[in-house]
């Protein structure tokens, strides 16, 4: 049996990710020998299959790994992978299409700000050197999302896998040398969900009032103030009609006051982090669910994908790397109409997206054109607040995609495929650049440095 390193967060951890490790692991261990490395052992995880990252490296000396996994995202509980992806090459699985954001972050904290200008002019070598410089001094904000900083990680890693065919294209015609596929990602089917009632009545929501739920930490990129603006613009002529805010929220972000301001905080709950176990019964008590974001770092939304195994009609950003998915476009064909005659909108079929994503090519969702967001936006939560047919077409499809495409049975088969071909992939990588490569001197070196040393007396690292 195969030795596996898997190097991910997991629950406790608030972290799609860690959730997502944790229902995969469960397919795989029958297969694979795995040892789960953690950044730090809680009590629960105090056992021989999770192992502490400080000591990963004696145990792969002293009995090689065949593979090392590492779940590589933006958020902090990634940051510990960092030097173990590039001192031990393996497959490095992609959560993100951009890593500027965490790479910058965790150098820059660090004060290694020569370390993090070498890291984007390689990453970036047709780029202004000056641009480096603007992320030293914090000032680059969203624009880091023009410079992914991939080229690193990639040329450090036995194989790369990421979950969707766009970014699968974009990172083969950017690193054609690289070794690049894709793993559907899975969740569990939520049809065993039976306390949606029970959670609209802890909510103070009645039965009849329409429910409009989104999912994940409340952030502005989740697009929630364009959400109480569109709310606040159709709630005249959609009284019955309620938002569920259902996340853990963010310091930088203060949703509740933005309610507020908006005239709407009487038709908005905030439930705060809700547990795993707890999520499909919030998706079962909601209508529609938005699933929106902007701007995308090309990650799939786990968030959204459990909104479809839930059979629930969603609200999307039409992004390039959905492109795929069959949706009902706001784009060319919503525009505003009195509300007596939304009825008179095109048919759902005659309004799809060109499809390969589902075997029957219907719309699954709602897409919404970033470029028309505020109007698009209310047009569609209008549309979908008033027409129950047009909810339960849309659940049902989307279930059905959900089963086609995105079980957990799809993503382990995809799992055991790519790890297989990691498996065959060259172990003799090298990180591309010196400070990637440390020897245990960097810190003796910094000493004589800073005394004035300039000759390496230990050699080159």
Same mark, same amino acid.
């Not at 996994?69 to 030097?83: E, F, K, M, S, T």
């Not at 990680?153 to 790369?160: D, E, I």
């Not at 529609?288 to 950003?317: F, H, K, N, Q």
């Not at 495929?417 to 498996?423: G, K, W």
């Given at each position: ?10 629950? @406790?951890? #608030? ?59 933006? $958020? ?119 306390? /949606?009632?029970?959670?609209? /009545? ?11 739920? $989104?999912?994940? #930490? ?11 603006? $569109? ?17 853990? @929220? ?51 939304? /786990? ?81 979908? /607040? ?30 055991? #495929? ?26 003796? #070196? ?7 040393? +300039?000759?390496?007396?230990?050699? +080159?690292?």
């Amino acid at each position: 049996m195969k030795r596996l390193a898997w190097f991910t967060p997991l629950p @406790p951890e #608030r972290s799609g990710i860690a959730t997502y490790s944790s229902e995969i692991l469960g397919l795989l261990t029958d297969v694979y020998d795995v040892d789960i490395i953690v950044d730090s052992l809680p009590l629960q995880h105090n056992d021989e299959r999770h192992i502490s990252a400080y000591d990963f490296s004696w145990r792969q000396v002293k009995d090689p790994y065949d593979l090392i996994v590492y779940q590589l995202g933006n $958020a902090r509980c990634h940051d510990y992978i960092w030097p173990y992806m590039f001192r031990y090459p393996g497959l490095v699985v992609l959560h993100d299409g951009q890593l500027h954001q965490a790479r910058a972050r965790l150098l820059l904290q660090q004060k290694r700000y020569e370390d993090y200008r070498a890291e984007f002019e390689y990453n970036h070598p047709d780029a202004r050197a000056d641009i480096a410089y603007l992320g030293i001094a914090g000032l680059l904000g969203s624009l880091h999302y023009l410079w992914p900083m991939l080229r690193t990680v990639v040329n450090s890693a036995r194989m790369v896998a990421v979950h969707n065919t766009t970014l699968v294209r974009e990172l083969q015609d950017r690193f054609p040398e690289a070794r690049i596929d894709r793993i559907r990602m899975g969740v569990p089917d939520a049809s065993d969900a039976s306390r /949606a009632k029970h959670i609209r /009545a802890r909510h103070n929501i009645s039965q009849e009032t329409v429910v409009f739920a $989104a999912f994940g #930490r409340v952030t502005p990129e989740k697009r929630i103030a364009h959400t109480f603006r $569109a709310l606040a613009a159709i709630a005249s002529r959609t009284p019955h009609v309620h938002l569920l805010i259902v996340g853990e @929220p963010v310091p930088y972000y203060d949703a509740i006051a933005e309610a507020k301001s908006l005239g709407v905080s009487d038709r908005v709950t905030f439930t705060g982090y809700v547990e795993d176990r707890d999520l499909d019964d919030y998706i079962a008590c909601a209508d529609a669910c938005l699933c929106m974001r902007w701007p995308s770092s090309g990650e799939t939304s /786990a968030s959204w994908l459990r909104c479809l195994a839930g059979g629930r009609a969603t609200i999307v950003t039409d992004l390039h790397h959905t492109i795929d998915v069959p949706a009902l476009v706001t784009r060319g064909t919503w525009t505003p109409s009195p509300p007596v005659q939304l009825d008179k909108i095109a048919p759902i079929e005659k309004n799809a997206s060109a499809a390969t994503g589902g075997p029957s090519g219907l719309p699954l969702c709602v897409s919404i054109d970033i470029m028309d967001e505020e109007n698009s936006l209310q047009v569609a939560m209008e549309r979908l /607040a008033r027409d129950r047919a047009l909810r339960r077409d849309l659940g049902n499809r989307a279930k059905s995609f959900w089963a086609a495409h995105h079980t957990l049975k799809h993503m382990q088969a995809d799992y055991l #495929r790519v790890i297989s071909l990691a498996l065959d992939s060259p172990t003799g990588v090298t990180p591309p650049l010196p400070h990637l490569r440390p020897d245990g001197l960097e810190t003796a #070196r910094d000493i004589l440095k800073d005394m004035g040393m +300039s000759v390496d007396i230990f050699g +080159s690292s």
